[in-house]
């Protein structure tokens, strides 16, 4: 096996000298860069709601050094600049903030080296108005998946509404709210997680998070005897089937299987379902208890006899 020689070690020694020379010159450099800054108008009372949301994204011309813009890459997008809402209400339905507060706001969250080129807007101008509450319903949003031989026997969401605060205006609109995106699989026992609500633009929130509550069950298939029930038959005429009760073969919980009944069960045989030249009358499962799936009967048709 050959050993490095000592001016291979010298040749990379130089390359990596070099490089960082290069990366530190570089990064010395002054440079301009538009920055996408969140910002938010913080301590608003719920009755009023903005027309476009509390929320707003202003892009602002920075010039530094290069080495700042690293910073600010990596940390200066991840919490919104709170801008007072009882500094800046006009009390005229508008929060405005002028240029020259933008300036002294953002300066607070930059470095000392950092000068602002331009703002963009140059002000912020926010329309609101007093808002009327309403109830609506969580909507969970997402993948819940059971483990294989699973299923989800219940979801509790607390609490399953909450009271929202918006404009007149769109208060038609909004029906529900909804939570962030889930993924969870593999449930095979009750399982608790906190989900955050999305926010909606021009809407404020009683409630920001909600707890849910999942009960995974083992299945297992049973089946119960029915008796069948002849429907949609005319007036005089007897639809007699044979045989006049069926198997019902269904799946469901563990823990409710012992609960399930057969009077919970309808099975259905549909007069307008015959067929003519067939003897065969079709069977269909019109009724089950809450919790039981697959509900099929053993046999789909049985024999018939019309009588007048």
Request: glycine content about 4%.
């Amino acid at each position: 096996m050959l050993k490095p020689s000592r001016e291979l070690f010298t040749y990379m020694l130089f390359v990596i000298l070099s490089g960082l020379i290069w990366l530190v010159v570089t990064f010395n450099d002054d440079y301009e860069r538009e920055v996408a800054l969140p910002v938010l108008i913080s301590g608003a009372p719920e009755s009023i709601a903005f027309d476009s949301g509390a929320n707003d994204t202003i892009r602002v011309t920075i010039r530094d050094k290069g080495f700042a813009f690293l910073y600010y890459h990596r940390n200066i997008r991840i919490q919104p600049i709170p801008l007072d809402f009882k500094t800046y209400n006009k009390k005229t339905g508008h929060v405005i903030v002028s240029n020259a507060d933008l300036r002294r706001e953002i300066s607070q969250y930059l470095e000392k080296s950092s000068k602002i080129v331009s703002i963009k807007p140059e002000k912020l101008d926010l329309t609101f108005s007093k808002c009327v509450s309403k109830v609506v319903p969580v909507r969970i949003v997402g993948t819940i998946e059971p483990a294989e031989n699973y299923y989800i026997a219940q979801t509790q969401v607390n609490p399953q509404k909450v009271t929202i605060y918006l404009s007149r205006a769109i208060a038609d609109s909004v029906k529900y709210v909804s939570t962030e995106v889930l993924n969870l699989t593999n449930i095979s026992d009750s399982t608790d997680i906190e989900a955050q609500i999305l926010p909606i633009k021009g809407v404020n929130l009683s409630k920001h998070k909600v707890k849910i509550h999942l009960v995974a069950d083992i299945l297992t298939e049973e089946e119960v005897e029915v008796p069948i029930t002849p429907t949609n038959v005319p007036k005089g005429v007897s639809l007699r089937l044979f045989p006049s009760r069926v198997k019902v073969k269904f799946v469901t919980g563990v823990s409710i299987c012992k609960t399930v009944t057969p009077e919970q069960f309808v099975v259905e045989a549909d007069y307008n379902n015959l067929k003519p030249g067939s003897d065969k009358c079709p069977l269909t499962v019109v009724q089950k208890p809450h919790g039981v799936m697959k509900a099929n009967p053993i046999v789909s048709e049985v024999d018939y006899l019309l009588e007048n």
